[in-house]
């Protein structure tokens, strides 16, 4: 059974930094792509970065120059935010998806980011 667990959301003034850590267990990195997106408040959800199987990432435009998508041989998922805006306010969720090699898409509880002065 494939988990994901984040942590590391919070408040923030505007320019502070944040890390995001994605927890995954049931799956092996091979075989899936993993990310983060996040949704704001009356906003549909959108991609923020993410990393296929082989290690190439691609983030939004919004994501670029501040943002830093990694990940550890222990399954974990981490996603360094710098530089942050109140238009980065969301809640933020972890992905998983293996449809690529027949299998499905699996979303963490999600955890709020909050920047404001």
């Known amino acids: 059974q494939v988990q994901l667990v984040e942590s590391g959301g919070g408040s923030v003034q505007p320019g502070g930094s944040l890390r995001l850590s994605c927890a995954a267990s049931?799956?092996?990195?091979?075989?899936?792509?993993m990310g983060w997106f996040r949704q704001a408040p009356g906003k549909q959800r959108e991609l923020v970065a993410s990393i296929t199987s082989a290690g190439s990432t691609n983030y939004a435009d919004s994501a670029k120059g501040r943002f830093t998508l990694s990940r550890d041989n222990a399954r974990t998922l981490y996603l360094q935010m710098n530089s942050l805006n109140p238009e980065d306010t969301a809640v933020y969720y972890c992905?998983?998806?293996?449809?690529?090699?027949?299998?499905?898409?699996?979303w963490g509880q999600g955890t709020q980011v909050t920047v404001s002065s």
């Open positions: 049931g799956i092996i990195f091979g075989t899936y792509s």
């Open positions: 992905n998983a998806d293996s449809r690529a090699w027949g299998g499905s898409v699996y």
